[in-house]
């Protein structure tokens, strides 16, 4: 099969998105499909990749083109439309990416037009925090017009949680959902014993936090849950890997500092693929009190790291962690938060205990390969009457 991915942007700041759909074609790849991703050069509302336009790059098995984001908003690409308009016809099978965006909107009506089967993917944009809280008049208006006819256009849609499925249904898409976790690949971290961030004592808890700076991502939440459980457990460093917005982030030097935690509290920015490995293989359990997320790559990459995770229940595959016993699940609230916190800080035996059962979850539900081998049975299935 000729598979075609497009997706607004591969930016590594842009987060789980752009690091699934390069997982997606990496094992599609791996299967023996031709693959192919189209994506802008975004790498942030005001940054741009340093990578080739307009020309195929070969890695990991898979074609990658990227072409110039010419405009900020809905991460608009015009030279994108020539090519897509152009080659989309030659693919079996198309796989559409996020939405509200231009990206996903082109390659869904391009197949449309030409008659080619496509799966759309929203990376959990139509869970209801989003809706609700971020332009909730200009996308409901949006989906209106436009989103539901991608959607209800779809051979499928493909998401990573029972959660995620169900509350599409609630908003009267019929199509068929197919639920595909996403899968981490093999760690390959470092260890830089100079690094200043780990320069505490052996006896030091490390709580990470590992994502993109963002209000979703329950920082507001996570702070003073620290503050409140350093109370319990003095001996403890937080760590806050991550980069995006400067204005956030600001804000996150300024909580900081008004909790008065500038010797507990280390900014890590953004890690690379090594560095992030490193940090989880050496922190004592990560925290991802979101508001909302449809999956949680972080959670799953320090399970497959044989750490503990806190994650909050809008965190769509709490259901899963918490059947396997893998970690614990909160509320958004900032007390709850503190005492889990502190309670795995206080006991190294459950941290050890829910480590080791993370990593056979991981084995068992979020390895390699498996995601790759049920969305080609899905293309299969679901493109056969092309």
């Known amino acids: ?6 997706i607004p942007s591969l930016g590594p700041r842009r987060g789980g998105p752009s690091q699934a759909a390069k997982a997606m074609c990496r094992e599609l790849a791996a299967l023996g499909m031709d693959v192919t991703i189209v994506a802008s050069d975004d790498d942030g509302p005001a940054a741009h990749q340093e990578v080739p336009l307009n020309q195929p790059l070969v890695a990991d098995g898979y074609t990658t083109i990227y072409f110039r984001r010419t405009a900020a908003e809905y991460t608009f690409s015009a030279p994108m439309i020539g090519w897509v308009t152009r080659h989309l016809r030659e693919f079996d099978f198309v796989h559409a990416h996020a939405l509200f965006s231009f990206a996903p ?6 197949a449309q037009r030409h008659k080619v089967p496509y799966a759309i993917t929203p990376h959990g944009i139509l869970r209801p925090w989003g809706i609700q809280k971020r332009r909730s008049r200009m996308k409901q208006l949006s989906f209106n017009l436009v989103e539901r006819q991608m959607l209800n256009g779809a051979a499928f849609i493909q998401v990573t949680s029972n959660v995620e499925a169900d509350e599409i249904r609630a908003m009267g898409i019929a199509r068929p959902i197919e639920v595909v976790y996403l899968a981490v690949r093999d760690a390959d971290g470092i260890r830089d014993d100079q690094s200043a961030a780990w320069a505490e004592p052996d006896d030091t808890i490390r709580v990470l936090f590992l994502g993109r700076f963002d209000p979703v991502k329950g920082l507001d939440l996570l702070l003073p849950a620290f503050d ?3 109370q319990h457990i003095p001996k403890m460093k937080l760590l806050l890997a991550g980069g995006g917005d400067s204005a956030y982030k600001d804000w996150i030097v300024s909580e900081i500092a008004r909790l008065e935690l500038e010797e507990h509290v280390s900014l890590l920015g ?13 922190c004592d359990m990560l925290v991802a009190p979101s508001y909302t997320e449809s999956f949680s ?10 750490k503990p995770v806190i994650i909050s229940d809008q965190v769509a595959i709490h259901d899963v962690i918490a059947e396997a016993q893998a970690g614990l699940i909160v ?16 006991d190294a035996d459950v941290r050890r205990v829910m480590g080791t059962r993370g990593r056979q979850l991981v084995e068992a539900q979020f390895a ?12 299969q299935r679901y493109g056969s009457g092309k």
Request: aromatic fraction near 8%; proline fraction near 3%; charge should be negative.
């Open 297 to 306: 790559m972080s959670a799953v990459e320090a399970m497959a790291a044989g």
């Open 105 to 110: 909107a082109l390659a869904a009506f391009a």
């Open 228 to 230: 409140e459980a350093r």
């Open 1 to 6: 099969m000729r598979i075609l991915h497009v």
């Open 331 to 346: 509320p958004c609230d900032v007390h709850q938060l503190a005492q889990a916190i502190w309670m795995l800080a206080a």
């Open 270 to 282: 953004f890690l690379d693929n090594p560095g992030k490995w490193d940090a989880l293989s050496r």
């Open 368 to 379: 390699a390969g498996q995601m790759g081998r049920s969305l080609l049975d899905c293309y």
